[in-house]
């Protein structure tokens, strides 16, 4: 295994570039499944009713919110630990 | 290095210590004005007064000691805000009138089909934080515009990209400057347009003296007074209505109860629909999408602007859809299409609206820059998460303890707030007795419509309403009422729902439902002030924020990089200045009249985004082909389909796609933009190797600063 922080510098951005977008597609596809899906089977998921909650009615006005809050968190994590792999991170220039 | 690091925790710690001395002293004089308004009896104007001109003055205070005349504090307050502090400010400068008032009460009024505003306006954000916010801060310079410019290479890019910033902003500060009117109005009593000056002159003075560094720190203290003041009444109403004080976990309660109210009185329905057999639509607060479409707004608009503006333009006929008469037109009630549309519009307008993305230019780094896109929605979180609270326990406590009740016995505050001519209370059996000529504005208004006349037939002056009685002639007649308003419930003396109305229609201004609930809970003037407030710093956070982008558009973009770029930093500064006072007596002379379309506008303008910077500067990232004929044929080309889309439908709803309406047209404009700007980028030659080297190092957060400014404004850049 060869350090990725000792490769040169178009391939460190070739590869960091390549597993930042992988990050993206999948966070956008929780997205996705999280907000736009549940619209679509709404009637379905208001049948089960959970401490008064109607589940399509939850999604739609707090259980989404809950997911985007910690997409965001998430990515900045990951973020910075790809920066960290690959040298990249602007915290210690 | 280690030093800066550290010395911005300094700071940030610093700051954190500012602002919780602050929040402190902000609850204990809230606390003191309650305590003299239950003991010594303070009067409520007194308190209104005190509430605006401290929470002003406070505003002022903070612009003064954030004065500034460095040009990278004045338009990017000086890139060392830390992300949670940006995330506040971020927070302030999102939450608008709009959302402090008005999204509770559109909940209330049309329950599933509005939580389309719910998502779309925090799930923006994610796409902000994944695609955007670390390539603009990368980037680094002032503007949107500047970035568009860089990016496409060319002033005519940075043209349209910053005339779409000044129309998109100056409809957003229009509606901000009609809501503070409207919040001085309502809670310190003065004029309308006293109010609006009242209010313009606390954020010029911070936006004028210190630019985007004053706006931020001015937005931290606004961010704090607004979500304290919507979070105290609906955490009482959750209190007095279940013993429970969080009312974000326990408003399923509200659900299930609404759900069997609204069995109960019949207001949650299923029916066949009118035009197409064998499709079933329930109507009600849980069941989605059961709002049909109307031209109502358009017809509204033109006889507005026509007594405005003194013009003579024909209202369009109203229509609405589903139509009996013409069932060709179909009916797009319980389909999902509308919803998802006006969705994802704002989702992507979101993302692509100037004032939000230029707040991610002031925070330190790349890496700041991910986390304050999370904290910025935490922060807006809190809000909308209590939103569907505050909706559900508003609608809850109506069924429960105002519909449904004898005219005689319903609570005080309806009594109050029908005497301020708010709400109207529309049973007949309210104007037995009145005086001929001095009937409510709602009782006259059905009068000129046609649906009621009044005959005094024993002509003692006053209005006698006899029982309910049918004869051949008058479909329903009593006493000295006729006409087609006149039904068995309308004279009962017993409130129907559908009799809680406004003087204008059947259904309360949506605005009240957050405004009333300190009044429905029985909470003393001083939160009622106290969320006046509230009101007052989410719209004047905004307008400033916009301000500062209309400002930056002309002074920066169009005067500094196209018309004279050799203008010295004195000239910029002053222009800056002045274009913020211009921006702001525009945004007030546009407010006078009170137009609805105002509001209407700012809906458009996520559609507008969508079509136009959303695909622009994703592409700009992302790919790196695209070029400058691309992205303008792209903007040109999606800003003129969403247009057009909005325009027909909002005049015409039977012109539609799948019953979307003009609220979601940006899907339109969408694909238009992306195919545009790929087939125009890929005909022409590709952007020049130095663009391309740009865009490589967008995408690497280490590149130094002195290598990205020579792709920008040549302006140094402050180091971090």
Known sequence: ?93 | MAATTGAQSVFRNKMARYYGYFTIGFIVVATIMLLLEIFAGLPTQFIGWIFMLLTLALYATIGILSRTKAIDEYYVAGRNVPAVFNGMATGADWMSAASFISMAGTLYLIGYDGLAYIMGWTGGYVLLALLFAPYLRKFGQYTIPDFVGARFGGNTARVVAAICAIIVSLTYVTAQVVGVGLIMQRFVGVDYRLGIIIGLSGVLVCSFLGGMKAVTWTQVAQYIILIIAYLIPVTALSMSLTGFPIPQLSYGQALSNITRLEAEQKISVTTESPVVPGKFVTTGYIPPFNEGMSNAPGVTAVRQLNTALGTNFTPPTTQTIPDAKRPELGDWRSTPWNFLALMACLMLGTAGLPHILIRFYTVPSVRESRLSVGWSLFFIFLLYFTAPAYAAFSRWNILQNVVGQEIMALPEWTANWGRQGLIAIRDFSTINGVAVGSEPSWVKNLVTAGSLTITDTNGNGVIDLGPFAKDGDNPATAGEIAGTAVTEASLDGVLQFNEFGSPTGPAIDGDLVVLSTPDIAGLPYTIGALVAAGGLAAALSTADGLLVVIASAIAHDIYFKVVNPKASLNTRMWLGKTMIVVAAAVAALLALPRLALIAQMVAWAFSMATATFFPIVLLGIFWSRANGPGAIAGMIGGLATTIFYMAMNYWNPAFNVLGITHLGSGIFGLPVAIILCIVVSLLTPAPSREIQELVTHLRNPVTDDEVMAKYGSGDSITAH
Do not use: C, H, T
């Open chain 1, 1 to 93: 295994m060869s350090d990725p922080k000792k490769l040169p510098i178009e391939e460190r951005v070739k590869l960091y570039w390549k597993e930042n977008q992988r990050l993206i597609i999948i966070l956008l596809a929780i997205w996705f499944a999280v907000s736009y899906l549940p619209v679509l089977i709404v009637n379905q998921l208001n049948n089960i009713v959970i401490a008064g909650f109607p589940l399509g009615y939850y999604m739609g006005s707090q259980g989404s919110l809950i997911v985007f809050v910690v997409l965001i968190f998430y990515y900045a994590f990951a973020m910075n630990r790809l920066d960290e792999k690959y040298g990249m991170s602007d915290r210690d220039k």
